[in-house]
């Protein structure tokens, strides 16, 4: 289980500690942003502080800073940027561009803007927090040179807010003040050095519960001359890293399977398709609830899935059973399979988003199929800033592109962020329901009957389930159940796998499936009329189903 409190340590590197600045310079960002010299938090009030050389034999009382600099914007991230104030006033709901998730380490960000003629010195923020049971005073401390930079976390005041101080009903104001004498006699700007000008301003932190519960199944691989079992606990803690910080969670609870065996050939798409069906089975068999999701990982000792018989030009490197919906029905395609190769966790963050119902993202030579058409920025870029709550590091919004393109750096989209988090907080809602079993959610609870076809491969089995009586269906592609006492067809729901050429067939099982007395089923398509022998079909959608499969 992964909360965001796990990721405080480097994220506080911001605010609390200058000796983590060796190890950030190598890998926080576009620019490298410095972060020695950033002062620690405390809730020390601004008359209590001490800071300067005593002049007159007294402590130097700290006054608001003087000479014109203004708090121009304010910003929270804790995945992508959100803009929260403006020009001294609060920017509201409808004029962001993301979500803030509760109990999530955020990123606190003042930009300031500096008049001519500027005395470079030392200047400290204090971010007030109040509200939601917080009471709180973060403390920052730079030296005040230049205008803010976006891209250089050292150049606005930064505070590495706590999980546990983000909570719904938050508000928030940031004070400027002088850290030594000699300004008492400068002019005062023409606006208070505070954000917002007056009182305080809403962060604007949802009041919902983020959680996303993902089974990472490592697969014992014995075919031909690779024999190579994934060590799951070595790939742990850097899938938890990056799937947790491009999406608005507060929580992921990640669970380690047992190894499963495979013993078929990895090295071709056939092969990853048929995993894919076997994690899709293997989370029906175990029981598991709607909303969670399995992972196959798997090392086929570095060999190209993708040549030969495979879909397109270039390796596959992953793949997912559907573009899946959010009903508790879609629970059996919430599975995924993905190479250990390049970058297995990129990979992982892919396929779980096709899985989360996110299609691919169009980007210069890309090449990906099924692009959505509704992505809003140009060339598949970010399009705001990026950072990683975990490994502080910033993204820069036009050299990254969205992680379901198949282009360069990848990150999270302010428009992904916001899609992933609708997804997220329905799941989550059903652990606080209990979690219904799977089907509750509309007529016909028989359960559904699946199918994968590809070049000839079939596989079928049954999951429990129902199809939603304004679910799409092929006006083409039907089943039909042969009983004793006559035949149903069923109207079926058919889908493409994302990289691929495997064809899903959904089919809710007719009424009274379980007290009739089944024959033969048969599926009549464009591509032709397929025979499908009942004991070919793993029967995993009934309680006492389960039992027999185990």
């Given at each position: 289980?992964?909360?965001?409190?796990?990721?405080?340590?480097?994220?506080?590197?911001l605010?609390?500690a200058?000796?983590?600045s060796?190890?950030?310079?190598?890998?926080?960002?576009?620019?490298?942003?410095?972060?020695?010299?950033?002062?620690?938090?405390?809730t020390?009030p601004p008359?209590?502080?001490?800071?300067?050389?005593?002049?007159?034999g007294?402590?130097?009382?700290?006054?608001?800073?003087?000479?014109?600099?203004?708090?121009?914007?304010?910003?929270?991230n804790?995945?992508?940027?959100?803009?929260?104030?403006?020009?001294?006033?609060e920017?509201?709901?409808?004029?962001?561009?993301?979500?803030?998730?509760?109990?999530?380490?955020?990123?606190?960000?003042?930009?300031?803007?500096?008049?001519?003629?500027?005395?470079?010195?030392?200047?400290?923020?204090?971010?007030?927090?109040?509200g939601?049971?917080?009471?709180?005073?973060?403390?920052?401390?730079?030296?005040?040179?230049?205008?803010?930079?976006?891209?250089d976390?050292?150049?606005?005041?930064s505070f590495?807010v706590?999980?546990?101080?983000?909570?719904?009903?938050?508000?928030y104001?940031?004070?400027?003040?002088?850290?030594?004498?000699?300004?008492?006699?400068?002019?005062?700007?023409?606006?208070?050095?505070?954000?917002?000008?007056?009182?305080?301003?809403?962060?604007?932190?949802?009041?919902?519960?983020a959680?996303?519960?993902?089974?990472?199944?490592?697969?014992?691989?014995?075919y031909?001359?690779?024999?190579?079992?994934?060590?799951g606990?070595?790939?742990?803690?850097?899938?938890?890293?990056a799937?947790?910080?491009?999406?608005a969670?507060?929580?992921?609870?990640?669970?380690?399977?047992?190894?499963?065996?495979?013993?078929?050939?990895m090295?071709?798409y056939?092969g990853?398709?048929?995993?894919?069906s076997?994690m899709?089975?293997?989370?029906?068999?175990?029981g598991?609830?709607?909303?969670?999701?399995?992972y196959?990982?798997?090392?086929?000792?570095?060999?190209?899935?993708g040549?030969?018989?495979?879909?397109?030009?270039?390796?596959?490197?992953?793949?997912?059973?559907?573009?899946?919906?959010?009903?508790?029905?879609?629970?059996?395609?919430?599975?995924?399979?993905?190479?250990?190769?390049?970058k297995p966790?990129?990979?992982?963050?892919?396929?779980i988003?096709?899985?989360?119902?996110?299609?691919?993202?169009?980007?210069?030579?890309?090449?990906s199929?099924?692009?959505?058409?509704?992505?809003?920025?140009?060339?598949?870029?970010i399009?705001?800033?990026?950072?990683?709550?975990?490994?502080?590091?910033?993204?820069h919004?036009?050299t990254?592109?969205d992680?379901?393109?198949?282009?360069?750096?990848?990150?999270?989209?302010?428009?992904?962020?916001?899609?992933?988090?609708?997804?997220?907080?329905?799941?989550?809602?059903?652990?606080?329901?209990?979690?219904?079993?799977?089907?509750?959610?509309?007529?016909?609870?028989?359960g559904?009957?699946?199918?994968?076809?590809?070049?000839?491969?079939e596989?079928?089995?049954?999951?429990p389930?129902?199809?939603?009586?304004?679910?799409?269906?092929?006006?083409?592609?039907?089943?039909?159940?042969?009983f004793?006492?006559?035949?149903?067809p069923?109207?079926?729901?058919?889908?493409?796998?994302?990289?691929?050429?495997?064809?899903?067939?959904?089919?809710?099982?007719?009424?009274?499936?379980d007290?009739?007395?089944?024959?033969?089923?048969?599926?009549?398509?464009?591509?032709?009329t397929?025979?499908?022998?009942?004991?070919?079909?793993?029967?995993?959608?009934?309680?006492?189903?389960?039992?027999?499969?185990?």
């Amino acid at each position: 289980m992964l909360r965001s409190s796990i990721a405080l340590a480097p994220l506080l590197c911001l605010s609390v500690a200058s000796a983590c600045s060796d190890d950030l310079s190598a890998n926080s960002g576009t620019e490298g942003p410095d972060t020695s010299g950033v002062s620690a938090t405390d809730t020390d009030p601004p008359g209590d502080t001490t800071t300067g050389e005593p002049t007159t034999g007294e402590a130097f009382e700290p006054i608001p800073a003087r000479g014109g600099i203004v708090i121009d914007r304010v910003e929270a991230n804790s995945g992508v940027a959100v803009m929260i104030g403006k020009d001294g006033g609060e920017v509201t709901g409808a004029d962001r561009v993301g979500y803030l998730p509760a109990r999530r380490d955020t990123l606190v960000r003042a930009y300031f803007k500096l008049p001519e003629g500027w005395t470079p010195r030392e200047i400290e923020a204090q971010l007030q927090l109040s509200g939601g049971g917080v009471d709180k005073v973060y403390k920052n401390k730079i030296l005040v040179e230049n205008d803010s930079r976006d891209s250089d976390l050292k150049s606005t005041f930064s505070f590495g807010v706590k999980a546990e101080d983000i909570q719904p009903g938050l508000k928030y104001s940031i004070t400027l003040w002088e850290t030594a004498p000699g300004q008492e006699d400068s002019p005062e700007g023409d606006v208070p050095p505070q954000a917002p000008h007056t009182g305080a301003a809403f962060v604007g932190i949802e009041n919902t519960v983020a959680k996303m519960r993902v089974v990472l199944v490592p697969v014992a691989y014995n075919y031909g001359e690779c024999q190579a079992t994934v060590d799951g606990a070595a790939v742990e803690a850097k899938f938890k890293s990056a799937l947790f910080q491009q999406n608005a969670l507060e929580e992921l609870e990640l669970t380690i399977h047992e190894p499963y065996a495979v013993e078929f050939d990895m090295t071709e798409y056939q092969g990853l398709s048929r995993l894919v069906s076997e994690m899709s089975q293997l989370r029906t068999a175990e029981g598991a609830d709607p909303n969670v999701y399995y992972y196959g990982l798997f090392d086929n000792c570095g060999a190209c899935i993708g040549s030969g018989s495979g879909t397109q030009a270039g390796c596959t490197v992953g793949l997912a059973a559907d573009i899946t919906g959010d009903s508790k029905s879609d629970a059996s395609r919430r599975a995924a399979a993905g190479q250990m190769i390049g970058k297995p966790e990129e990979t992982f963050v892919h396929e779980i988003g096709h899985t989360q119902g996110r299609r691919h993202i169009e980007c210069p030579g890309g090449n990906s199929q099924g692009n959505d058409g509704t992505y809003p920025h140009a060339n598949g870029i970010i399009g705001v800033w990026g950072f990683g709550i975990q490994d502080i590091r910033l993204r820069h919004p036009s050299t990254h592109s969205d992680y379901m393109s198949y282009c360069g750096s990848t990150w999270v989209s302010d428009w992904q962020w916001n899609a992933t988090y609708q997804r997220i907080r329905t799941l989550s809602e059903w652990d606080l329901e209990g979690a219904p079993a799977p089907g509750s959610d509309g007529p016909g609870e028989g359960g559904l009957l699946l199918g994968a076809i590809d070049d000839g491969q079939e596989m079928w089995w049954t999951a429990p389930g129902s199809l939603p009586i304004d679910a799409p269906r092929s006006a083409t592609h039907t089943v039909e159940f042969e009983f004793a006492d006559g035949v149903a067809p069923v109207a079926a729901q058919v889908s493409v796998r994302p990289h691929g050429t495997t064809l899903n067939i959904v089919a809710p099982l007719p009424a009274d499936f379980d007290r009739r007395q089944l024959q033969r089923l048969t599926l009549r398509a464009p591509e032709g009329t397929s025979e499908v022998a009942p004991t070919s079909v793993r029967w995993l959608h009934g309680p006492d189903r389960l039992k027999a499969a185990e």
